[in-house]
Nanobody
Framework: QVQLVESGGGLVQAGGSLTLSCAAS????????MGWYRQSPGKQRELVAG???????NYANSVKGRFTISRDNAKNTVYLQMNSLKPEDTAVYYC?????????WGQGTQVTVSS
């Protein structure tokens, strides 16, 4: 069973930066996709960014050019560098690990951007 440990959330002013990280505990670190989703009150959880084992990435249009996802396969860790943060980026951010069609979610980390 995969377990995910997230870190890096917090409070930041608009225009600031934060980096989220998510470490996956797995004895079979191959071919899984990792990513970040977010959910704010009253809204559905949405994809922020994803990255495949091979390093292909995709981003929500709202974060393109501001957020960068990366991964360290040796450490089974995915990172989300968030720059030029906006108040509308405020949400709980969830790490996602997907392998063989099975999703595992982190516990979530709060990101709050003040105006």
């Amino acid at each position: 069973q995969v377990q995910l440990v997230e870190s890096g959330g917090g409070l930041v002013q608009a225009g600031g930066s934060l980096t989220l990280s998510c470490a996956a505990s797995t004895t079979r670190p191959t071919l899984h996709t990792m990513g970040w989703y977010r959910q704010s009150p009253g809204k559905q959880r949405e994809l922020v960014a994803g990255i495949t084992w091979g390093g292909s990435t995709n981003y929500a249009n709202s974060v393109k050019g501001r957020f960068t996802i990366s991964r360290d396969n040796a450490k089974n860790t995915v990172y989300l560098q968030m720059n030029s943060l906006k108040p509308e980026d405020t949400a709980v951010y969830y790490c996602n690990f997907r392998r063989n069609g099975i999703n595992t979610w982190g516990q979530g980390t709060q990101v709050t951007v003040s105006s």
